[in-house]
């Protein structure tokens, strides 16, 4: 079974911390993606990677950036958090490809709490 | 416009009942097409893929309708098991996409006894 890890449930920070979200997957997957989920508006895309080193913007990247140094590692960074920053994070991976880069899987999530 | 647009639901059924969710999105070169299923407090996870020609899984069947750029997922006699956020899903393929999936806000649907 695919294996997606994110390394914690629930975070709480304070405005203006640097926050960290980790996220490793087992299977050697290519393609990475960080969303946010909020009530009302779903699943947000805030960015993803297709290879080591390599990022891409998703639909609401400010305030956050990423890193891959690591094809099984994707992290997720709040340079400054924000109280809108509060919600649930999920990482997903999924393989390169027509066919199997439709299909993601994801990780239990971080609920990240800013106050 | 959302890019993909569910009714948010809630839908209430009875055990054994019929529902049916629909979904419309609004770019016409759209080429895949999914629903997820997200139980509470859990994380999404693929229901099944989405064809022109229809498909069914079990008591599950998804629909396609290219020329309005419509979705539908019926469930037919529901169980409590079925209880969960059901996430439409729809993907562009080529440039910059790389497999990016873009997500409806999500259908809530409650079985009860």
């Known amino acids: 079974d695919v294996k997606v890890t994110q390394s914690s449930r629930y975070l709480v920070k304070r405005t203006g911390e640097k926050v960290f979200l980790e996220c490793v997957q087992d299977m050697d997957h290519e393609n990475m993606f960080w969303y946010r989920q909020d009530p009302g508006l779903g699943l947000r895309l805030i960015y993803f990677s297709y290879d ?24 997720l960074i709040l340079e400054s958090a924000s109280t ?32 | ?22 979904c419309t999105y609004s770019n016409s070169a759209s080429q895949s097409f999914f629903w997820y299923r997200q139980d509470c407090r859990k994380e999404p996870k693929l229901l ?18 290219r020329a309005s750029q419509y979705i539908s997922l019926l469930i037919r006699d529901s169980k409590l098991s079925d209880s969960a956020t059901y996430l439409c899903v729809v993907t562009l393929i080529g440039g910059t996409s790389y497999g990016k999936l873009t997500f409806g806000q999500g259908t809530i649907l409650t079985v009860h006894p």
């Open chain 1, 52 to 75: 080591v080193k390599m990022k891409e913007k998703g639909d609401i990247p400010e305030g956050y950036s990423v890193s891959r140094e690591k094809k099984e590692r994707f992290s």
């Open chain 1, 84 to 115: 809108n920053q509060t919600s649930m994070y999920l990482c997903a991976s999924s393989e390169s490809g027509l066919e199997g880069g439709n299909i993601q899987y994801f990780g239990a999530g971080t609920r990240l709490s800013v106050l």
């Open chain 2, 1 to 22: 416009r959302k890019e993909v647009e569910q009714d948010p639901g809630p839908f209430n059924v009875p055990e054994g009942a019929t529902v049916a969710f629909n």
């Open chain 2, 48 to 65: 099944m893929s989405v064809y022109s020609s229809g498909n069914e899984d079990g008591r599950f069947t998804a629909q396609l309708n």
